[in-house]
């Protein structure tokens, strides 16, 4: 839920902060211990069985969609329905939508659909309307993706989100700089 | 990270002195620091998990690409290193074994492993989606290492060895962390990365203060005051802390910012 002014008149904008369920996600590549896996269906599911609580998928989303339940301390996000879905059914969310605000269906449909919506509302008057559906960024790519009015920033989506493992090499050579040099102190110290 | 830096950082010592033919004091202290360090890192970590049993659950894979997953990985192996060179060298051990290879290859590996330890924690925090820390994703592993060289040196040290090797390798690791917080804030003059104002920023601060600029005028005075060099230990041990946890404080400050933009 976000606050805009439009106009010179407040304005609510609505947005489900639901997981995007990366091409390249951030959190399962993070996970320790293999409980984060795509499923069948294209979605990441964190397995509760499997998941030990350490909350480096939380730190490497970069969506900020997972969080750790206060109790027990495991992972815990949206799972795209995975019960739901193995048995034939929509994801609740978009099942329960009254007003179709949340459509579930082939990407592909979906992004055109978008585009159509998009266009109406353009030609509406609507300019500031935009679809959210970042496909040259390194998570290459989303299985949720949002249109919006106003800046995305708004509505907490990055303009270009990066896959943290895009760093790791960067910060292994400077890793393996940096033990270089400390064994380098230490043998030299003697 | 703390803990575990530092006993890797205490590992490397131990197994350059050996290898060097230092006083066998300094090895046998210099190992026994590494080894505790090496229980309680896994004790810190489990208390985070909340159950033991998750603990073996980090080891049910092995994956490159998970930073969280090496450190687990090496954290056991480090463990089992420390505690082989500690066994090793007791009287029983060599009178068991009959011959010092085996502890030769248990200090090279605690060597190997003490080095991932002392710099995989910049990795963990770097390749991150945390703003602040992923902008400093090449400085933070040096930044660590350097801390954490600084602190297993104050901790040998201050455990009762007054070798001048530990005061070279304390001195070169304030140096490197004064350089480090000189270069820090030009950058964040320049505007050139991110790290929020707050408490976390403050606390960085500090701790590289007392872990560099402080740590190196108590290392310089030891000539004329001797005390000054188990203050600089203290100032090295203390101001690590301050600044690891100053770090996880800017990374809570920088997730916070980010969502509520």
Redesign the interface.
Known sequence: LWKAVRGGQPSWDFSSDVCKHCEHA?CL???????IVRTEFGGVFIQPD?????G?CV????F?VVDRRPD??RAFKCTFCYDRQKVGLAPACATACPTQSIQFGDLEELRAQAARRAATLHARGMDDVIVYDPRESSVGGIHAIFLVRGRL??F?LPANP?M??T??A??????????I???G?????? | LFAGGAAG?AA??AG??HF?H?DPGLVLTARIVAAIGAVVSPVLLVS???RPQ??L??L??F?P?????VG?WTLVVFTFATFAALALATPIGRALTGSTALTAAADILG?FTG??L???T???L?????PV??AN??????H???S??GAAAGMIELAGRADT??H??GL??AL?ETVALAVMEIDWRGGHQTLPSGVGRQMIRFGHLFTGLLALVLRLATARWPAARALAGVAAIGGSLVNRMGWMAS?RAS?LQ??S?
């Open positions: 951030g590549e993070a996970c320790p211990t293999g409980a499997i998941c030990n609580g350490c480096y730190v490497s989303c970069p900020g027990d301390g920033d708004d907490g990066v943290p493992t760093l790791l960067r910060a292994w050579t400077s890793a393996g700089l940096a033990a040099v400390l064994l102190v230490v043998v030299f110290a003697f | 950082a490397v010592i350059a002195a060097a230092a985070d998990l909340g998750r603990f659950y980090m049910r894979v994956k690409q998970s930073t969280m997953s687990a060597i080095l991932v002392a710099t995989y910049g990795v963990l770097g390749a991150t989606a945390i820390w992923a994703a090449s400085y933070l592993p040096l660590f290492a350097a954490s060289l090797a530990l070279r390798i070169a690791a490197m990374g997730a980010d969502r933009q």
